[in-house]
Structure formats: structure tokens, C-alpha cells
């Protein structure tokens, strides 16, 4: 996720850019408007559809926003790096598989694992060149790095050859695993020692805002508390992790050492309108509790094991989170509901968390 700003006399405008993996394998990049503070309102750049037109689609929205005058990030930041954009790097990350619900009991009470926040970022490799700092994405492509993080990793004297993994969220840097110190690779370390020593690096080195260690817990009750906690914060998810793991890039065709839950939510929209030729309808909750006004909360995509149901239809949908004024996140289908008259209500939504709610 990348966030865009824009300061011009009285205005201060907000335009942020995502790129996203769907649950479907495919890629969307979207695009929010509006003012800092205010609701932001969507303005899908594409439809569900390959990396490489969704990433084009991004690249050239980017590149138009930039020559309004919109800088990297919400503080301004800039990022550095940029010229190496899109080269190859032997980086690749481990990624996660999803787990059910009913699988989060067994790990909570397993001692074995860790549970740890699962940040709402970009997927970013960071390791210490001669030159500075250089990140990569989930791709093991060269992406810029925001100034503020690779100033960090310049002034923490960090030993060339040393990768760190974590999450870009805005100017911070979430770290959650470090594989490699100078020429000493820590891969076929278990996690639990690869953990130990990332805390004790940070520790000693950091008293920036901008690298961060992401919240972590292994005792039960810990794990229960930081679960329930990042529930109330309408955080995305957790992420559980063996102690005893080793690190292997890629994702594993099922189950793996490393598995993610998401905080979805649920909700019944009424369709609002099909689209002409593809697999998706518009959808549609209650402006207002007891008002038949419909407000539109985005499109959703129709598995094909689903008949497409009709506009007037009272649909299940399951989403992470709702931008308030914008779309339903990450929706997924989940059938007619023949039990219900009327719609959810805009208020029932479950809304993305703000930096103000964060803070609260």
C-alpha cells in the first residue's frame, strides 16, 4: 500500500495507491481520494486481473498523481532507490498459507508457536548494500525505499550483506524476521533464535519511529490477550509461526510452518446491478437504518461454483474492512440469503481502522 499527499494553499489532499494480491490469485490496483482526515472514496485503476496490468495501471496513475505535485507519502517522505526499480534480486520471500478459524484454538493453546500481528503492508526484503539500503517486494523485485528507513539503516552502521523481512506501512518499516547477518546466513536457524536475535539488534540500534519490531506473543493467556486486543483495533489478522522453523522462500502448496487468519467480517448487500459481460455485480447496503436508501459499497466477483444471483437480491458477503465513503475490502461471495427482507446498514459495517483509532 502506498499513500500520496498533497499540500497546495488551503487544500490538503490525500491520494492513496494499492496494489493488490486477491484470494483468487488474481491482482487489482485501486485507487482513494479526498481530504486528510475525511472518508476517502474509491477509484478502481483496474478490474480483477494479471499482475502485470494491474501493476501497469498503478505505474501510470503514480506517475500522474506525481506530476500533480502529490509527494510519496502521507508525511511527505520521499524515497530513494527508484533508479533500480524493478531489477531482480535473489530475494524470496516465505509466504503464508490462510488458516480457519477453527485451526486459531489449536495454535493458541500450542506452545510451539507464535502469534504475532499481521500488518495491513507491502511486503518488503530490505538488505544493507555497500551503496545503502535496497528493498525488494514479494516478487524479489527492487522497489524505492521511503528516505526515513534507509536513513535508519545508514546511521545503524548495520553490516553489508545483513537482510532483514517485514512490511512498508507508509514511512515505517515493520520487521518480523532477519535472515542474514554480513555473510552469515541465519535461514537454517529456527525462528525462535532468527527472533532473539532480531530484537536484540533493533534493541541496541533503534530509537527511530520507522523501524518497528511487529507485537508479538507466545504464553496463551499473552497470545489470547494480544488477539483480543488487535480484534478491538480491527487490525487485519495475525500471523502464527513455529518456533521451531526454519525459513524457505515461497509458499508452500498446503498447511507450512508459517500460516495466516484474517478478521473478516460478514455482512447482507442487496445487488444493485450485474455487470454486463463478466462474473461480478455492484453492491448495495442501507444508507440509514430503516431508510430505503441504498448506498453503493463496491463490486464482487461471483465464484463460478455460484449462480450469479440477480439485481434485488439479498447477498452474503465476507470483506476485511470497509473504507468508510468507498468499497467493501477483499469481498467474497458467499451466497443469496433467502432468510432476510432488507440489507445491513452502512453503521454494522466494520470500518478500517484509522492512525486515530490506533491511537486510541
Not at 108 to 116: E, F, G, P, T
Not at 258 to 273: P, Q
Request: glycine letters at 8%; proline letters at 5%.
Amino acid at each position: 500500500m502506498l499513500f500520496r499527499s498533497f499540500k497546495d494553499g488551503g487544500s490538503d489532499k490525500v491520494y492513496q495507491l494499492q496494489l493488490e494480491e486477491l484470494p483468487s490469485g488474481k491482482w487489482k490496483a485501486d485507487g482513494y481520494y479526498g481530504r486528510r482526515g475525511q472518508a476517502l472514496k474509491n477509484a478502481p485503476l483496474s478490474s480483477e486481473t494479471t499482475y502485470e496490468e494491474a501493476k501497469e495501471a498503478f505505474d501510470k496513475k503514480l506517475k500522474a498523481q506525481k506530476s500533480k505535485g502529490y509527494t510519496e507519502d502521507q508525511s511527505g517522505a520521499t524515497y530513494v532507490g527508484g533508479d533500480l526499480e524493478g531489477r531482480k534480486t535473489d530475494l524470496v520471500p516465505q509466504l503464508l498459507n490462510p488458516i480457519e478459524e477453527g485451526e486459531v484454538e489449536q495454535l493458541m493453546k500450542d506452545a510451539r508457536w507464535i502469534l504475532q500481528e499481521k500488518m495491513d503492508g507491502v511486503r518488503a526484503m530490505v538488505r544493507i548494500q555497500e551503496e545503502g539500503a535496497e528493498a525488494s517486494n514479494r516478487r524479489g523485485l527492487v522497489v524505492p525505499l521511503v528516505q526515513p528507513v534507509s536513513d535508519f539503516f545508514k546511521n545503524a552502521n548495520a553490516p553489508v550483506g545483513t537482510v532483514h523481512d517485514g512490511e512498508m506501512i507508509g514511512d515505517v518499516y515493520w520487521l518480523f524476521d532477519l535472515l542474514q547477518v554480513s555473510q552469515t546466513d541465519l535461514r537454517q536457524l529456527p525462528y525462535r533464535e532468527r527472533w532473539s536475535l532480531l530484537q536484540g539488534v533493533l534493541n541496541t540500534n533503534s530509537d527511530s519511529p520507522n523501524v518497528r519490531i511487529v507485537r508479538s506473543a507466545i504464553d496463551e493467556d499473552d497470545k489470547r490477550r494480544l488477539y483480543d486486543t488487535l480484534v478491538a483495533e480491527r487490525a487485519e489478522g495475525v500471523v502464527f509461526k513455529r518456533l521451531d522453523s526454519l525459513y524457505h522462500g515461497g509458499r508452500p502448496a498446503s498447511g507450512g510452518s508459517m500460516v495466516k487468519f484474517k478478521f473478516y467480517a460478514s455482512a447482507t448487500c442487496i445487488v444493485a446491478g450485474k455487470h454486463s459481460f463478466k462474473r461480478s455485480v455492484e453492491l448495495a447496503v442501507q444508507d440509514l437504518p430503516h431508510k430505503s436508501t441504498h448506498l453503493r459499497v463496491g463490486n464482487c466477483t461471483i465464484p463460478p461454483n455460484y449462480d450469479m444471483p440477480e439485481p434485488g437480491d439479498l447477498v452474503e458477503i465476507k470483506y476485511l474492512y470497509y473504507y468508510p465513503g468507498g468499497s467493501l475490502y477483499q469481498p467474497q461471495y458467499r451466497g443469496v440469503r433467502t432468510d432476510k427482507t432488507v440489507p445491513d446498514s452502512v453503521e454494522t459495517l466494520k470500518p478500517k481502522a484509522t492512525d486515530t483509532d490506533e491511537e486510541n
